[in-house]
């Protein structure tokens, strides 16, 4: 495989649930990011990591938790989410963090909160 | 911090016509600069970006941009547009302020082209 993969595609959870969204790259690239994309409004940075270490959290509430455990996966832990966090969650990686590296990103995790 | 604004949130044209997309941003500080592309059901594929020397810098499937310093504008272009090129069409700009490079994008632009 090639390019930066997320699964699972498509996730129905109730707000009491726990469940993990996951990515992981195949470009040996150092930096990795989860945005949030909704409706009506721009993407959302909500974590950077470079090189497994979290450089970025975005002001994000404590119900999205992530994890880096080396630089080609990525992790989003869900717990306790609310109707409002219902959107298109995208991975992304690129070479590095700074210099204008462009970002690659996955297809996404379609996430709906009952 | 940096902004991004895209003026047109939908833009229909007809097949083989010319189109430009708009974007402006808010700082005039050195900027890095991108375009993405989204097609449904998909992440964001880059199309094009500016990072320094010439002002027109060109990108996959026919698109071009045009970096203008003084209107702090980025506007994306192409001369002939396809049906295929239906999407969602995302301006992006590196905010380099506060100790790290983070991407702000643009609400999007979508872009119909018609038979």
């Known amino acids: 495989e090639t390019g930066v993969t997320q699964t699972p595609r498509h996730l129905v959870m109730g707000m009491t649930n726990k469940k993990s969204l996951k990515c992981e790259q195949h470009?040996?690239?150092?930096?990795m990011y989860w945005y949030k994309q909704s409706a009506k409004k721009p993407l959302e940075l909500m974590f950077v990591y470079s090189l497994e270490e979290r450089v970025e959290n975005n002001s994000v509430p404590s119900r999205f938790s992530p994890e880096c455990p080396n630089s080609s996966h990525l992790f989003l832990h869900l717990h306790t989410l609310q109707p409002e966090d219902s959107a298109l969650y995208l991975c992304?990686?690129?070479?590095?963090?700074?210099?204008?590296?462009?970002?690659?990103f996955g297809d996404g995790t379609r996430l709906s909160i009952l | 911090a940096q902004s991004v604004t895209q003026l047109d949130s939908q833009v229909p044209v007809f097949e083989e016509a010319p189109v430009e997309l708009r974007c402006n941003y808010s700082s005039s500080v050195s900027v890095y600069l991108f375009w993405y592309v989204q097609y449904p059901n998909q992440g964001l594929q880059l199309l094009l970006k500016y990072l320094s020397g010439s002002t027109l810098v060109k990108g996959i499937n026919g698109f071009e941009a045009e970096f203008n310093k003084s209107q702090t504008s980025f506007h994306l272009r192409k001369p002939s547009v396809h049906i295929s090129d239906t999407a969602e069409y995302f301006c992006?700009?590196?905010?380099?302020?506060?100790?790290?490079?983070?991407?702000?994008f643009g609400k999007g632009t979508k872009l119909t082209v018609n038979p």
């Open positions: 992006a700009v590196s905010d380099l302020q506060g100790g790290s490079e983070k991407l702000v």
């Open positions: 992304a990686s690129s070479q590095e963090v700074q210099g204008g590296q462009p970002q690659h």
């Open positions: 470009l040996g690239h150092n930096a």
